[in-house]
């Protein structure tokens, strides 16, 4: 937009200059004058363009780089879980261990936080370049993950995770233009709404 600004103002300029040259009299001289300087105004006002694009093109392939490897992020995390969740339900059904041993190793090995997931949220380009509706739902998964991180509630703990996966996947086909920011928003909300705490 500045770019446009200054490229019009230069052109302004160019032409009152044109009029103070044409009223002394040299006509060839003012049409090659009005023809380099448009010439040149259009060439640089491409070049601005085609940068433009070609950054927010390198931008976009970016964000969607970093959204996926978020998914990779949240799928560990939840493999994880549920390796933990497995353990632990085997080791119950072991009778030499007592219910404090058991607590005693779950204290030890708490559910995985993707920590990861969260720095890559606060990163610039994420929060720059995600849909406002992805970012918000995004945190308010996040913070209700920290508080339900126990293995009371594992399962829904592991159901979190599979509802964040899901809205970063649909995140990358909202960037790829696979999807509408409407349709979106929907199936966000359909995601959301199966698992209000």
């Known amino acids: 937009m500045f770019n446009s600004f200054v490229l019009i ?12 040259i044409q009223k002394k009299g040299k006509k060839s001289e003012v049409i090659s004058f009005i023809s380099t300087i448009i010439a040149t ?12 694009s070609e950054n927010d093109k390198k931008e976009k392939e970016d964000t969607i780089k970093l959204l996926q490897s978020s998914i990779n992020i949240i799928d560990e995390t939840k493999d994880y879980t549920e390796g933990l969740n497995n353990y632990f339900l085997e080791i119950q059904k072991d009778t030499t261990l007592s219910k404090k041993e058991i607590e005693l190793k779950k204290s030890k ?19 720059k370049n995600v849909s406002e509706k992805t970012h918000k739902t995004v945190y308010n998964l996040l913070i209700n993950m920290k508080k339900i991180s126990s293995y009371n509630r594992i399962e829904q703990y592991k159901s979190l995770l599979i509802d964040l996966e899901e809205i970063i996947k649909l995140e990358v086909l909202y960037q ?4 509408d920011f409407e349709e979106l928003e929907q199936k966000i909300d359909k995601i959301t709404q199966s698992n209000l705490l």
């Not at 103002?9 to 103070?20: D, E």
């Not at 105004?41 to 433009?52: E, K, Y």
């Open 109 to 127: 090995n708490p559910i995985p936080y993707p920590y990861f997931f969260e720095t890559i949220v606060s990163n610039e380009l994420f929060t």
């Open 9 to 20: 103002l230069l052109f302004i300029l160019s032409f009152l200059f044109l009029f103070v």
């Open 176 to 179: 790829k233009e696979e999807i």
């Open 41 to 52: 105004l259009i060439g640089v006002w491409l070049a601005i363009t085609l940068t433009n």
